[in-house]
């Protein structure tokens, strides 16, 4: 890898914690892996420049800015690294089309926009 090299004192309780959690999150390779995204995330989530999300993209009607937990930004970032999501609102639609709209609910509102042809239906005559 490219760049350059800097070395960080940890406590030895704080290496403890890095390498109980590296043990459970096999998607970060090794500790300067966990320390680049961790600090990166870090960065983005406490000081993000003014007006990067408008410039990345148009606003739209639907278009919502949320400052993601650090941890789960990082997630979010290994699995578009391993190919699961093409980006991170990629990840986030369908972490939210998972939580909101259930089985119970698209039938929900079938049988709403339904009732609502036939009511028009009824009308039209």
Do not use: W
């Not at 290496?15 to 961790?38: I, K, Q, V």
């Not at 009607?61 to 979010?76: C, F, K, R, S």
Request: proline residues 4%; hydrophobic residues 40%.
């Amino acid at each position: 890898m490219d760049g350059e090299r800097i070395s960080l004192r940890l406590e030895p309780e704080d290496l403890r914690m890095l390498d109980g959690f590296l043990e459970e999150h096999p998607e970060f390779s090794n500790r300067s892996h966990l320390a680049r995204l961790a600090i990166r995330a870090f960065i983005e989530q406490n000081e993000a420049p003014e007006g990067i999300a408008s410039e990345r993209r148009p606003a739209k009607g639907n278009a919502v800015t949320i400052d993601v937990p650090a941890l789960a930004y990082m997630t979010i970032e290994s699995f578009i690294r391993a190919g699961v999501y093409n980006s991170m609102e990629d990840a986030v639609v369908e972490c939210l089309r998972e939580k909101f709209i259930t089985k119970e609910t698209k039938e929900r509102i079938l049988q709403q926009q339904a009732e609502s042809v036939r009511g028009l239906e009824v009308l039209d005559r």
